[in-house]
């Protein structure tokens, strides 16, 4: 059986976005792509049940329930008020609009964020054919060398130039977005926000953002809580 786990009571936030809901994910500790909307609602302060799935019981509710909530059988597979949310980052702008914050005010803004998400996306779809390949004793020493450095560099240099990001510490400069938070979590999932964040030395202004994230208070008592699982 998955664990459940209801988080925080109800707030202001949670009658924003018109209710409490239940994110079904993987128990793949505080990684993945389901993370960065946990992520998103710890920030908020959004109240919601946490419902993880072993890797090993996940098959047969793929084949049940998951396949029930969601066609293709992928998570993670949010529930609000009898509706069900798929595809993770268009669960993240569905929230961020009905927040009226997290993806920036005005267009360029939007754009800029959007750039930036899709960047991490696509670093993340290399990281996992690379982490979860047959062969990972090859392939993810060659990404870590090749393509990790590529889309680090990238991000690193976008963010130094462009004249929102010089603004502050975040993408859009001073407040943050659901991009800030894809950006960070796939900077975790590689193990580059931990031990003193040895592996961004030579990235300062992604170490900025990172820094910037985790002092958020919302987040800052998340990190330091039991409901974060490294």
């Not at 925080?8 to 209710?19: C, E, F, L, Q, V």
């Not at 993880?52 to 059988?73: V, W």
């Not at 990790?148 to 560099?153: E, G, N």
């Not at 958020?216 to 409901?227: G, Q, T």
Request: hydrophobic share 35%; net charge negative; glycine share 6%.
């Amino acid at each position: 059986m998955p664990s459940a786990k209801k988080i925080r009571s109800p707030s202001a936030a949670n009658d924003a976005i018109g209710g409490v809901p239940t994110l079904h994910y993987y128990d793949f500790q505080s990684r993945g792509r389901g993370q960065v909307v946990r992520l998103l609602w710890e920030d908020a302060g959004i109240a919601y049940e946490d419902v993880r799935y072993s890797f090993e019981e996940f098959p047969e509710a793929k084949r049940t329930k998951i396949s029930d909530l969601n066609p293709t059988g992928n998570i993670p597979v949010i529930e609000l008020n009898g509706r069900i949310l798929t595809q993770s980052y268009a669960i993240l702008r569905h929230f961020a609009r009905l927040l009226g914050k997290y993806d920036g005010e005005t267009e360029e803004e939007k754009y800029w964020a959007d750039a930036m998400c899709d960047i991490a996306i696509d670093w993340r779809s290399l990281f996992i054919q690379a982490f979860f390949s047959p062969n990972q004793s090859e392939t993810y020493p060659e990404h870590q060398k090749n393509t990790r450095a590529h889309y680090l560099s990238a991000l690193e240099t976008h963010l130094k130039s462009n004249e929102l990001s010089q603004k502050g510490p975040y993408v859009i400069g001073k407040e943050i977005t659901y991009a800030d938070m894809v950006i960070y979590q796939i900077c975790h999932d590689e193990n580059l926000t931990q031990d003193g964040r040895k592996g961004l030395k030579e990235y300062p202004r992604l170490m900025k953002l990172v820094d910037a994230l985790e002092g958020r208070e919302n987040v800052k008592e998340f990190l330091a809580s039991d409901r974060y699982l490294g």
